[in-house]
């Protein structure tokens, strides 16, 4: 039996149909992009609905195999504020320890992504939040058992070095943008003291928080009490106030174009990938940014059986953390965008080439093809939606007993929404925990307080 070579025509209708299915396909990713599918969820937390926010996001879990670790690490948010703190280290330890694998690259995703968008990657983490995940680790272990919370304070710093390491390895660059946080020190130097012995290491501690925070009086008035080896006065214990404020970072969707640098990283992208090269012009493309909301409160006031303490203090700028971390990765983003933007247009041309040049429909046909390829392209957005935009903290001691707390959300030392109010059980020379978040001028949860006895 004689089988008949395909006909140019035929190859040419094979080739359409099958860029058709791709580009179909490659649709099907974008059109749900992560900001959609989460944007329900999180509008309910800052709602004030926690238990319709954990529905949402738990449902999400089970349905977004792409989504799932930021689902988690947004569920360990609700869960921390909610008082079930075990629940949200258990959540958070899962995507730290599953963002330290993700760390190694996927040669397989890596190239479907080139073919589609990074949507289609298993999310590895920004670099801020493989730092916060540590910090809400300490502060989860502090709620319920305090146990761990010393090793996650370790694990903040050893995490800021190894991503200042491999930032000045893969650019060559000096990290000026990679500054530890404050908090991380501060906390250290909190449970040092709580000891009542190790108070070499907490001054230590604290001058590391301080040099970083020159002008925070709140930490030389705590290097001034340990320097004397005191705790705290016999009959009294200490409340350490975490408060959350305002709405921190997250990724939007924005039209970038390509920088000399993040072309010269792009270019060595596509050498390796194939024989492309990259064309002299590129229009801008699609990269996720991040943005963070305007607030209308900057500090929270404390007091304690009506009697005013004073605001909290800065000591986590997550806001500034996010963007400069963020920006010293851009072109890297940018590069990989780029370099998918030049592999899809030469996919299009070699699939064009091998048909000839006669068929004039059929190279319109995949033209459009091409373009409605690059349309349905999407930026990777997904991130840690619920964080706050800085964590700040105010230390006081008071005697052994009861007592009521009340805390004002404050905008230029000023009370700019209602007080709320919680009791708070204090032991002697002991730490009592109390965490509140205050994304605007209202508490979006309950003031939580340490289950440690």
Not at 223 to 235: F, M, P
Not at 415 to 438: A, C, E, H, L, M
Request: hydrophobic share 40%; glycine share 6%.
């Amino acid at each position: 039996m004689i089988r008949c070579a395909p006909s140019i025509h035929q190859k040419s209708k094979f080739a359409v149909r099958l860029l058709v299915v791709v580009a179909s396909v490659v649709s099907i990713f974008g059109c749900s992009t992560h900001a959609k599918r989460i944007a329900i969820p999180r509008s309910l937390f800052y709602d004030g609905q926690m238990q319709a926010c954990r529905e949402g996001l738990e449902k999400l879990a089970k349905s977004s195999r792409h989504d799932r670790d930021v689902v988690n690490l947004d569920l360990a948010v609700v869960d921390l504020l909610g008082g079930q703190a075990k629940q949200a280290e258990a959540r958070l330890k899962e995507v730290r320890d599953r963002f330290d694998q993700l760390e190694q690259p996927s040669v397989a995703e890596n190239t479907v992504s080139m073919w589609t968008d990074d949507q289609t990657r298993s999310y590895a983490g920004e670099d801020y939040e493989k730092i916060l995940i540590r910090v809400m680790l300490s502060l989860s272990s502090l709620m319920h058992d305090g146990i761990d919370a010393e090793s996650y304070t370790l694990q903040i710093q050893d995490k800021h070095e190894q991503l200042t390491e491999r930032f000045v390895s893969t650019s060559g660059k000096e990290p000026t943008d990679y500054v530890p946080l404050p908090l991380g020190f501060y906390m250290r130097g909190m449970l040092r003291e709580a000891t009542h012995r190790d108070y070499d290491d907490a001054i230590r501690n604290y001058q590391m928080a301080s040099s970083l925070l020159p002008g925070c009086e709140p930490l030389l008035w705590d290097l001034a009490r340990v320097q004397k080896g005191v705790h705290s006065q016999s009959g009294h214990g200490v409340v350490y106030v975490f408060a959350m404020v305002g709405r921190g970072p997250y990724k939007v969707e924005v039209a970038e174009r390509p920088t000399s640098d993040a072309l010269l990283i792009a270019d060595r992208i596509v050498s390796a990938v194939g024989p492309y090269k990259l064309p002299p012009t590129i229009a801008p493309i699609k990269i996720p940014d991040i943005v963070v909301p305007d607030s209308d409160v900057d500090s929270v006031g404390v007091q304690i059986n009506s009697q005013r303490i004073g605001p909290t203090a800065s000591l986590a700028n997550i806001e500034e953390l996010a963007r400069k971390t963020y920006q010293a990765n851009r072109n890297s983003i940018v590069a990989r965008a780029v370099a998918r933007r030049v592999i899809k247009k030469a996919t299009i041309v070699a699939a064009k080439d091998t048909m000839g040049k006669k068929d004039g429909l059929t190279s319109l046909g995949m033209d459009i093809v091409g373009v409605a390829w690059e349309a349905t392209e999407a930026a990777d957005t997904r991130c840690w939606g619920l964080l706050p935009r800085d964590v700040q903290l105010l230390r006081v001691e008071v005697p052994v007993g009861d007592h009521v707390l009340n805390l004002s959300p404050l905008a230029n030392g000023r009370p700019v929404g209602p007080t709320q109010q919680t009791k708070v059980r204090v032991n002697d020379g002991q730490n009592t925990y109390v965490i509140s978040w205050f994304p605007d001028s209202r508490c979006v949860s309950q003031i939580t307080c340490s289950t440690v006895p």
